[in-house]
């Protein structure tokens, strides 16, 4: 049995994250803002995150074996974590992002269009942080989310002294787990993605695309949860991780796995100012390499595995007849 503390926890993989950790018998302790409670037997702390003394205040003596936090999105946040944690955890985990390698979004070294990109390519050792930028505003973070959550790992990785290759120097271990575009779950999906597929090529309307869209990844939600609880309770890697079933999909694949399950053929229209592409059309390379997990030890399905079951759940979220 291990301590494990999980800040947010409360939807979508970060819920069936806590379930699972509580399940395999692990003490398992929730810090969010009340915004959900955890399953019987899970310690609940509600306090802001951002709010450094309360937290001090809900946390008291307590100390853990590791903290997974999934809501962490701007430097600010991760330094507050840090001073908060220094003493109290010996390995940090964090929920990050794909968006971290969006070249559209901060001037990356360019990958060939049919070469996945490696952890290497944003190192967090070097990544600048500057602590002073409208962090706190709403609309700021929102146009900025890539960002915020580079500088997040940087932040974090300089507190612990983990560098590209996970070496801990100090402090806590940490390690960010860079989640593909998540899917399935049906209205557990939040983001509403694939139901905006469903919704489409069910109704026979065009799906807006770009004219050459290149591949990305994706990763169901429940794989991602199972990845965040192995890297807490088994794995002892530090630096960033790439986390993404095997075999990518551009968008007009995508499309097509929703209408093989409505019987009807989609129908596309570029993608303009006037009609913006629809998610997971692009036209930059966006697709992750999980050579890194895999030779630590995590196997990986393949996205041909659950992407029927979770297309046929959006389906039924939109109800939606299937063919």
Known sequence: MQRICVIGGSRYFGKLLVQRLRAAGHQVTVINRGSGRPPAGVEHLVVD???E??????????????VVDQVCYTPVQAAIAARVFAGRTRRYVMTSTIEVYDPATAALVPVPADTPVGEEAVDPATWPVDLGLPW???????????????QAEAVLTRAAGTGAGGTRAGGFT?????SAHVLGGGAREFTGRLAHYARRVSAGEPVAVHARPLPTVFIHFAELAELLHWAATEADFGGPLNACSDGPLDVHALTAAVAAQTGREPRYQPATAAAPASPFSFERHYAMS????KSLGFAFS???DWLPGAVAEALAEAAVPTA
Do not use: I, M, Q, W
């Open 174 to 178: 940490f390690a960010s787990v860079r």
């Open 302 to 304: 393949h996205t041909a």
């Open 49 to 51: 995150r951002d709010d």
């Open 290 to 293: 999980n050579a890194r997990a």
């Open 53 to 66: 003394a309360a937290l001090l205040a809900a946390l008291g003596p307590r100390t853990f074996d590791v």
């Open 136 to 150: 706190h505003e709403a609309a700021y973070l929102e146009s900025h989310y890539a960002e915020g959550k580079r």
